[in-house]
Nanobody, 125 residues
């Protein structure tokens, strides 16, 4: 059974940085595409970043390009999301998940499953 446990959320000031972690079990990160998504109150869950299985190619939402970095530690089965220059509107629950078998869109939530419980990020002064 695939499971993810996110951590690292918290309160950060606008312009600040935060690194989220996602501990994975039941899969190998090098054999799975895994992504970070976020959901703000009253809004749909949106894709933030994804890292593909074999090549480790990264894909980012336009809104976070140049500020966020997704990475993985395949030995320790941990996914990371380094977030810089955070904005108040990026306050949300952040979740990781793995792509379903077959073709997928790297930032579309309907192609992903095994959602973690999320970690809350608040950007406020």
């Amino acid at each position: 059974q695939v499971q993810f446990v996110e951590s690292g959320g918290g309160l950060v000031q606008p312009g600040g940085s935060l690194t989220l972690s996602c501990a994975a079990s039941g899969l190998t990160l090098s054999g799975s595409a895994v992504g970070w998504f976020r959901q703000a109150p009253g809004k749909q869950r949106e894709g933030v970043a994804c890292i593909t299985s074999r090549a480790g190619t990264t894909v980012y939402a336009d809104s976070v390009k140049g500020r966020f970095t997704i990475s993985r530690d395949t030995f320790n089965k941990t996914l990371y999301l380094q977030m810089n220059s955070l904005k108040p509107e990026e306050k949300a629950g952040y979740y990781c998940a793995t792509a379903l078998p077959g073709n997928y869109h790297p930032l579309e939530r309907s192609y992903f499953s095994s959602w973690g419980q999320g970690t809350q990020v608040t950007v406020s002064s």
